[in-house]
């Protein structure tokens, strides 16, 4: 039997853009060159690159690569819903691939934040993006998805926080995937935290309308020495998307970064989490949580690399399988050759709620140092009987307690999510899913 690679897979993905199109695309933007020849770069190597390589699942055929571009200027004609506008010190709201709102305080524009669309940062400040997109956390050349992204990105933001500067609330944006159109679903995030400055920042992506398309998330997270950095994300794409999403951090000497990410899509999706300590005593927390409903399959790589000595990275993955869905979580340390006194932990445990779910949970420790520290933790189980017979004892129905100790086995990483009303938004989505499957 004839086995094929899957780079030959990719070439059937039948991704037909030129470049023509692609640099048509790029003069509505007035992107500068260098931007333009990453885009060229990109679309030759999606054509060619392997796919990433994600243990357990196979994602080979899904709708990964989508050729229409859109001309990035298509929005939804009315909200969703309600956007939230709770003060913070910024908010941007991106509707399909345009930017519908955007607003900062007075205290974070006085110490020179930039919050703004991508397109309008390459214009403005371009000698404070080229250094970091797509050169540091995630190259252009890793495979053909990062490749597909660089040749596509058609909306974006970028975040500058400058030099010693501490962002005391919240920077929060809004995603909404237009599928009432025929366009692909491509953003970039790129957040650099200069030296020493702090800030928290939340995310939510969605999505309205059931045309099937494609997104493709890259977030990248640049922590430049002494640098804090909480991040903290809802992602609830809907049923018609096929998904990839990766975050990646980038931390300098004795900086850190802190991920609470919860993946609530209804869609199916590879992820891609990932914290590069390149810096001595840099520190990386990543809590992630996943619920799969339906028939949909979440693979969910989630990665700390320690090449810095004194650096420590800890995973936290807890997941809920409801239906006949699947969820894999893959744990995976690594301490590089030099990385002395590092520091790789990580725990992923998986709750199954059906006979007719899959569930993983995959701890990979790759340790080429001495005089390091690590372990994990894995589990793949049912609902403990003797919780649900102390509240059903006690008068709680048994589906109400159920729900109960799914909350408290997801509390960890909802706890860690700076925002109180990020927080309920999760707690009410975890509600509803868990509240659907059961009824």
Known sequence: MNIKSRSEIVAETKLTITPEEITAFSLTKNEPEWFLQTRLKGLELAKTLDLPFIERVKF?????????????TSMIEELPKVIPTAAGSAKIVQLGAVSYWEEMNAETAMNDVLVMDLFDALEQYPELVKPYYMTKAVPVDEDSLTAYHAAMVN??????????????EIIESHFVQNNLVDEAFVKHVLIVADENSSVSYVERFESVGDKKNTANIVVEVIAKQGAKVQFAAVDTLGQSTDAYVNRRGYLEKDATINWALGIMNDGNVIADFDSELRGDGSHSQVNVIGISTGRQVQGIDTRV??????????????????????LTFNGIGHIIKGAKFADAQQESRVLMLSEGGRGDANPILLIDENEVTAGHAASVGQVDDEQLFYLTSRGISEAEAKRLVIRGFL?????????????????????????????
């Open 60 to 72: 080979h055929r899904w709708n990964l690569f989508q050729s229409s571009i859109g001309e990035g």
């Open 155 to 168: 909306s974006g933001v970028f975040i500058y926080i400058p030099k010693n500067v501490a962002v005391e």
């Open 305 to 326: 690399t320690n090449y810095a000595p004194h650096s420590v990275g800890h995973i936290l993955q807890h997941g809920v399988i409801l239906d006949k869905s699947t």
């Open 411 to 439: 509390g960890a990483v909802i706890r860690s999510i700076p925002s109180s009303t990020l927080q309920k938004e999760l707690v009410d989505m975890i509600e509803q899913k868990l509240v659907a499957s059961y009824d």
